[in-house]
C-alpha cells in the first residue's frame, strides 16, 4: 500500500503547478484524500480534501482546485497564480473514515506519501 505524490518544483510567482497523487495497493475512490503542506519554520497545515465532494482551504480558494482520475487511481491539485508563501513540501493522504468537512484539520489520516517540494520564487 503506497501513495506517491509527484510534480513539485521550481515555478515563478503567478504560476502554476499541477501535483500528483498516485495510489497503489488499494483504490483512491473508496477514500477520502487529502492534500497538505509543511513550510520551513511552520506546522503543517492542510490544503484540500475530496471525497463526495471538496474541501479547499481558504489559502488556496480561488487558486486550487483538487479533482479526481478513478481510471488512474489519482488525485490532482491544480495549483494557479502561485506566490512565495504557496512553498512547501505537499503531502497527499488518505483515510477511510475522516469527515470531508473536517478533513483539512486532520492528521491522523490512513496513509501519507512522501512530499513533493514546492518551490515559489523569482
Same mark, same amino acid.
Given at each position: 500500500?503506497?501513495?506517491?505524490? !509527484?510534480?513539485? +518544483?521550481?515555478? #515563478?510567482?503567478? /504560476?502554476?503547478?499541477?501535483?500528483?497523487? %498516485?495510489?497503489? /495497493?488499494? %483504490?483512491?475512490? $473508496?477514500?477520502?484524500? +487529502?492534500?497538505?503542506? #509543511?513550510?520551513?519554520?511552520? @506546522?503543517? @497545515?492542510?490544503? *484540500?480534501?475530496?471525497?463526495? +465532494?471538496?474541501?479547499? *482551504? &481558504?489559502?488556496?480558494?480561488?487558486?486550487?482546485?483538487?479533482?479526481? &482520475?478513478?481510471?488512474?487511481?489519482?488525485? =490532482?491539485? #491544480?495549483?494557479?497564480?502561485?506566490?512565495? @508563501? $504557496?512553498?512547501?513540501?505537499?503531502?497527499? *493522504?488518505?483515510?477511510?473514515?475522516?469527515?470531508?468537512?473536517?478533513?483539512? @484539520? =486532520? =492528521?491522523?489520516?490512513?496513509?501519507? /506519501?512522501?512530499? %513533493?517540494?514546492? %518551490?515559489?520564487? !523569482?
Amino acid at each position: 500500500v503506497q501513495l506517491q505524490a !509527484s510534480g513539485g +518544483g521550481l515555478v #515563478q510567482p503567478g /504560476g502554476s503547478l499541477r501535483l500528483s497523487c %498516485t495510489a497503489y /495497493g488499494f %483504490t483512491l475512490n $473508496d477514500y477520502v484524500i +487529502g492534500w497538505f503542506r #509543511q513550510a520551513p519554520g511552520k @506546522e503543517r @497545515e492542510g490544503v *484540500a480534501c475530496i471525497g463526495a +465532494g471538496t474541501n479547499v *482551504a &481558504d489559502a488556496g480558494k480561488g487558486r486550487f482546485t483538487i479533482s479526481r &482520475d478513478n481510471v488512474k487511481n489519482t488525485v =490532482y491539485l #491544480q495549483m494557479n497564480s502561485l506566490n512565495p @508563501e $504557496d512553498t512547501a513540501v505537499y503531502y497527499c *493522504a488518505a483515510d477511510m473514515a475522516v469527515v470531508l468537512g473536517f478533513c483539512l @484539520e =486532520y =492528521y491522523g489520516m490512513d496513509y501519507w /506519501g512522501k512530499g %513533493t517540494l514546492v %518551490t515559489v520564487s !523569482s
